[in-house]
Nanobody, 123 residues
Framework: QVQLVESGGGLVQAGGSLSLSCAAS????????MGWFRQAPGKEREFVAA???????TYADSVKGRFTISRDNAKNTVYLQMDSLKPEDTAVYYC?????????????????WGQGTQVTVSS
């Protein structure tokens, strides 16, 4: 069992930056691929980024070059650095953990989810 708690959301102007964190419980954090998803009002939850055990990341095209995902296995924490934010990045951001190393763009590949943190980007 893994519990995930996100933090770091807030309100920022377009062009600004925010850094999200996700703290995981349990002693097997390094066994999980960690992902970030987001859900805007009236829209489906969508993949943002994922980071493998060794630290390499994969990104949705919409955030590539602006967002950076990373992890610290010693601290059981995954991060999402968001730069050059746009109003369309406004959403609730969710952290998720997966024991799979495929299909990471799909919610169905993830076993555990956090409660989410709100990110609002004003124009």
């Amino acid at each position: 069992q893994v519990q995930l708690v996100e933090s770091g959301g807030g309100l920022v102007q377009a062009g600004g930056s925010l850094s999200l964190s996700c703290a995981a419980s349990g002693r097997t954090f390094s066994s999980y691929v960690m992902g970030w998803f987001r859900q805007a009002p009236g829209k489906e939850r969508e993949f943002v980024a994922a980071v493998y055990w060794g630290g390499s990341g994969t990104y949705a095209d919409s955030v590539k070059g602006r967002f950076t995902i990373s992890r610290d296995n010693a601290k059981n924490t995954v991060y999402l650095q968001m730069d050059s934010l746009k109003p369309e990045d406004t959403a609730v951001y969710y952290c998720a953990a997966s024991l799979k190393n495929y299909g990471l763009g799909s919610m169905r590949s993830y076993d555990y989810w956090g409660q989410g943190t709100q990110v609002t980007v004003s124009s």
